[in-house]
């Protein structure tokens, strides 16, 4: 069974400052991670995805992520906060097919941005 | 392509009343996932399509919930009789399997009220 842990449920940085948000996967087939953002009262929007190739994601907003395999980590890094990156953030994990597919979330992190 | 389209965008019932959620993946898309979120839970996965037909339905909490995907281009979650605790944001997502990563693609979400 594939599960996804996020480490703190909320993060608080200063404009400026850097965006560390970690997650952590489990999954018995090599996975494809991806991490969405949530703004208030909208869907989730897909920020980034790591599907085996390059194991440096970039992604949107200035947003990237660092699959590494021997940690079984995915965090989500972004050098420079914005106050518009006030959001909540979903790291997820999938088989990537076959004939059970499904996409796994983790609880969320809520990051907030002081002026 | 408009995305995934759910219908109403609120919902406020009193328990014990049938209530319908209605979701129009994207076109050309062939999985599509209800999930549930709440507070306590976060994003829950209550069921999942392929192709029309249900794949996974274990995340359904009790017969009160039913799904069905009558065709590709729309489904609907009921639930009879509705309770308080069914309060939450229902979200409806589809994705193309092959693209590299199964990207789904979230619609702005259902919130339910249950009085």
């Known amino acids: 069974a594939q599960s996804v842990t996020q480490l703190g449920s909320h993060v608080s940085v200063s404009e400026g400052a850097l965006v560390l948000l970690r997650c952590n996967y489990s999954s018995s087939v090599p996975p494809y991670l991806f991490w969405y953002v949530q703004y208030p009262n909208q869907g989730l929007q897909l920020l980034l995805k790591?599907?085996?190739?390059?194991?440096l994601v970039k992604g949107i907003n200035g947003f990237e992520a660092e699959f590494k395999k021997s940690e079984t980590s995915f965090h989500l890094t972004k050098p420079s906060a914005h106050m518009s990156d006030a959001a909540e953030y979903f790291c997820?994990?999938?088989?990537?097919?076959?004939?059970?597919?499904?996409?796994?979330f983790g609880k969320g992190t809520l990051l907030t941005v002081n002026p | 392509d408009a995305g995934v389209i759910q219908s109403p965008r609120h919902e406020v019932t009193e328990m014990g009343q049938e209530v319908t959620l209605r979701c129009k993946p994207i076109?050309?898309?062939?999985?599509l996932f209800w999930y549930r979120q709440t507070m306590m839970r976060g994003l829950e996965l209550l069921i999942y399509f392929n192709n029309n037909v249900p794949i996974d339905d274990s995340g359904m909490p009790e017969d009160r919930f039913s799904a069905k995907m009558p065709n590709a281009s729309f489904s609907t979650l009921k639930i009879q009789p509705s309770e308080p605790r069914d309060s939450a944001v229902y979200f409806c997502?589809?994705?193309?399997?092959?693209?590299?990563?199964?990207?789904?693609?979230f619609g702005q979400g259902t919130r339910l009220t249950v009085v």
């Open positions: 076109s050309g898309h062939d999985y």
């Open positions: 790591y599907t085996s190739a390059a194991t």
């Open positions: 997502a589809s994705s193309l399997l092959g693209t590299g990563g199964t990207e789904a693609f």
């Open positions: 997820a994990v999938s088989d990537g097919g076959g004939s059970n597919y499904k996409l796994t």
